[in-house]
């Protein structure tokens, strides 16, 4: 069985601050790690994902996330923070083995910037 | 650009009646699944398939069942629909291969009353 936790239900930041959106993970193999961001009214978009290779993966708006796998973890980050960034944001994981690539999202992190 | 599109962004039914919703993707992926999102419980999956005529259960498939008849299309069927299945469906497709990311559609909220 696959997992995906995001321990914080919010988050709040001043804009121009650096963001953090934690994720945690667990699955049997190995993992296939993503990020969706959904903005007010919106449907989701996709941020960013991890395959393998290099643990920083960068992805859209200047959002970068880090692979931990002794942590099992894949935090969402960000230098600085934009009003616009202000969403919710889900992690979702996917077992590698998996073909049809059944994904397990976490709950969501609401994020607020605030100007 | 992909477009993954919902047949309704807002829709009213009674409990009992029959409620159909259409999603249609126009990108030629194999993949198209079926989620319904709820405040604290974020996306959990209902149905997916990964190709025509297939369909696998996801974690919540009861009360709903699905079709697939041709590629682009992908359809959620509440059989009898009830008070607890109002909250908002929404639909995703992604090439094959669980290493691709997943395009969702504006969702469909659904009240059931």
């Known amino acids: 069985a696959q997992s995906v936790a995001q321990p914080e239900d919010q988050v709040n930041v001043a804009e121009g601050n650096p963001l953090t959106v934690k994720c945690t993970y667990s699955v049997s193999g190995n993992p296939y790690l993503f990020w969706y961001v959904q903005y007010p009214n919106r449907g989701l978009q996709f941020l960013l994902k991890y395959i393998t290779g290099d643990n920083l993966v960068k992805g859209s708006y200047g959002f970068e996330a880090e692979f931990n796998k002794s942590q099992t973890s894949f935090h969402l980050k960000k230098p600085s923070a934009l009003v616009s960034d202000s969403a919710l944001y889900f992690c979702a994981v996917r077992d590698q083995g998996a073909n049809a690539g059944k994904s397990t999202f976490g709950d969501g992190t609401t994020l607020t910037v605030k100007p | 650009d992909v477009k993954v599109t919902q047949s309704s962004r807002y829709l009213v039914k009674r409990t009992g009646e029959k409620v159909f919703l259409e999603c249609v993707q126009d990108m030629d992926h194999e993949n198209m699944f079926w989620y319904r999102q709820d405040p604290g419980l974020g996306l959990r999956l209902i149905y997916f398939?990964?190709?025509?005529?297939?369909?696998e259960k996801g974690d919540i498939p009861e009360g709903y069942s699905v079709s697939r008849e041709k590629k682009e299309r992908f359809s959620l069927i509440l059989e009898s629909a009830s008070t607890n299945q109002t909250s908002m469906y929404l639909c995703?497709?992604?090439?094959?291969?669980?290493?691709?990311?997943?395009?969702f559609g504006p969702g469909t909220r659904l009240t059931v009353l």
């Open positions: 398939s990964y190709d025509v005529k297939m369909k």
């Open positions: 995703a497709s992604g090439f094959q291969g669980s290493y691709n990311e997943q395009f």
